[in-house]
């Protein structure tokens, strides 16, 4: 589904909802933005561009109020690099809930997410409930992939198929299988699990996993542990496991790759409505050897109403080089329609050990501005400054419309 025929399709769904007697009701966003900044992929050129982003849902076109349709989508004009008009569609599709109280059917263009993997997909999805504690889901068609010069993966088709617990208020489960093809050839055939489990009214254990049948290996393991003793207080514990797979019919499907995990620990405090610290320890491992440590310490302030600043500090040492971090951000609330905003970022890196420190800094200042209950306009200016640029800056200027 290209660009090109968003418009007759929306056109038709349009002429679906003027022709009932229904109260329609339409909702959603236009945000016009007007963009400034170096492409990195032309040579660091400068571009501005005119973008315009619309999101919508039609809903109550039927008299049961079961039929739903929902776009989201982007076009934009460059004036300075000869890129022209571009366009995406992100998603466009009608969504008919309860068929016979048991079915909802999905058909269009979708984002679709699964245990097994996830996917863009013009085509269907359909959800079999309220048939005990197990539903079940199946979507299926043509992947879309947005590249450099428009859409891809014309050729590409993708299936899945889940069953979930629901009615469970506090336990969550899904097991799925998700398959991919490429002209015809299976690109991916992917088995996943996800789990979430509240305990004791303190705790909750959750954990998600993806086993490549092709590759015969699991390619993502997560599982973890938050402990809530006090309603400010959070222990959070998590073991992650990646190993990167590819599509059968890629290049880099032939490459050894090594596996990476990492183990994390950090805890969360509010002390009052003033002062919140966070702190946390995370131990990376690349395989070979290789492993990082990575210390993390962040407070949130809040010493007047309408002031709120965040503060954060990393330090990593290790495997390819060391860093050090901070961030620092501030809102300003001017009144009930003006906010303010600023901040920077310092970062100290060193690649490896025959090389020197280098210095990563942005800057950046933000404001909005509530016109009224349902337009604001907003804006942002930063400035990157590292090692390839002396100056980078770029920005943008927001008109957003709720209706």
Known sequence: MGFKRVVPMFLCMWLLTAVNGWAVEIHGRSSTQFLSFNNELLNDQRQIELAQYLRFSITNIDKAGKFSIYGYGRGSQDFTNGEGVNGRLYYLYGEYRDLFNKVDLKIGRQFVNFAAGSALVDGAQADLKNI????????????????????????????????????????????????????????????????????????????????????????????????????????????????????????????????????????????NDLFSVNVGYNRQGYGDG?????????????????LRVNVEYDNRTGYYGNTNGVIVDALFDINTKSQIGAGFTYDVYQRDALTGDEIARRYWLAGKYKLCKNMAVSGRIQDDVNARFTTNVSGRLVFDYDF
């Open 132 to 271: 005990g504690p197990v539903a079940f889901s199946v979507f299926g068609g043509r992947n879309v992939i947005f590249g450099l010069n428009g859409e891809t993966g014309e050729t590409n088709a993708v299936l899945g198929l889940a069953a979930y617990l629901t009615g469970f208020s506090k336990t969550d489960a899904e097991v799925s299988w998700y398959r991919k093809w490429d002209q015809g050839d299976v690109a991916r055939d992917i088995v996943g699990a996800t789990f979430k489990q509240y305990l004791l009214n303190n705790l909750k254990v959750y954990g998600n996993a993806r086993y490549d049948l092709v590759a015969e290996t699991f390619n993502e393991l997560l599982g973890g542990v938050k402990y809530y003793p006090l309603s400010n207080l959070i222990f959070t514990a998590e073991y992650y496991q990646s190993y990167p797979t590819f599509d059968t019919t890629s290049i880099y499907s032939v490459f050894a790759v090594n596996r990476y995990n990492e183990g994390v620990f950090r805890i969360d405090y509010t002390f």
């Open 290 to 306: 290789g492993a990082a440590n990575v210390y993390h310490i962040g407070a949130g302030l809040h010493p007047i109403e309408p």
